[in-house]
């Protein structure tokens, strides 16, 4: 394969497909292939090594991450906060309050309280977000509790991250960074360093079912491979029986032919038999 028909077959631009392509050979996971009037490419076996050691890793029960989340509170009425509970910030207009609740960061604003749900881990997007909405409920509660205050029903802040640790991701990373609107290769030092940050829940999810999507390609692909061997083989039997029937009809065309040229003889009165 090479980078215009890559191009073609994923709709982008050749420049853009031959940009990375240059680093996967520069990482040593492909190598070139020189062909009459085209340069054609193929994995080199650190490539194939590369591929196999990820295969039960990069689509297993891989363990999922939930960070830089938090939920808002709406305060429907205010409680009394004890000055010793809370550390002040004091903002242009107002003063925001910092503390821990059940040793969870909590944040007073004008109108809500945020919850910050520390970062938790899980084997798929939906247990992440039903354990963070969990504890922050259960943090919310306390405050009420505590303080007196009244709050709304919370709601996830729509910048959490959802992460994923990804063996190819991580590679890739030493060499470019890739990204989409709907996930990111995190560049950030330390263990989140070439994880796959995902915008939102769907977008994990989706990612989480992509191996099964390519496997229901492959039989989808093998049955018409499989109804494509059926109709080649009719067709060269219908070719084999086009060439018999011809030779046939030939044979019968000169048969008739012959018949109509010869004359045939008289009958008994002079009548000619008729055939």
């Avoid at 050749?14 to 085209?38: C, D, T, W």
């Avoid at 963070?132 to 943090?139: F, G, S, Y």
Wanted: net charge positive.
């Amino acid at each position: 394969m090479y980078p215009a028909k890559i191009g073609r077959a994923r709709g982008w631009k050749k420049q853009h497909v031959a940009y990375y392509v240059k680093k996967l050979e520069k990482a040593g996971l492909i190598r070139r292939l020189k062909r009459s009037n085209f340069v054609d490419y193929e994995l080199t076996e650190q490539g194939q090594n590369f591929l196999i050691s990820c295969e039960g890793v990069l689509f297993s029960s891989g363990v999922f991450r939930l960070h830089r989340c938090f939920f808002k509170f709406p305060v429907l009425r205010e409680g009394v906060y004890p000055f010793a509970d809370f550390r002040r910030i004091e903002m242009v207009n107002w003063t925001a309050l910092l503390g821990l609740e059940q040793g969870v960061k909590v944040r007073h604003t004008t109108t809500s309280w945020i919850v910050h749900v520390e970062t938790l881990y899980g084997r798929s997007p939906g247990e992440l977000v039903t354990l963070a909405k969990n504890l922050a409920d259960r943090v919310a509660k306390g405050l009420m509790s505590k303080y007196g205050c009244v709050l709304g029903d919370g709601q996830i802040n729509k910048r959490h991250e959802l992460g994923v640790d990804d063996p190819v991701a991580n590679l890739l990373n030493r060499y470019f960074t890739v990204s989409t609107p709907k996930r990111v290769i995190d560049d950030s030092p330390g263990e989140d360093e070439g994880e796959l940050d995902h915008v939102g829940r769907d977008a994990a999810i989706e990612y989480l079912l992509m191996p099964e999507r390519v496997k229901k390609l492959e039989g989808q692909v093998d049955n018409v491979l499989t109804d494509l061997a059926k109709i080649s083989g009719s067709l060269e039997k219908l070719e084999k029986m086009g060439y018999s029937l011809a030779n046939v009809a030939d044979a019968l065309g000169k048969l008739t032919e012959l018949q109509t040229n010869q004359e045939l003889p008289a009958g008994p009165g002079g009548k000619e038999y008729i055939a």
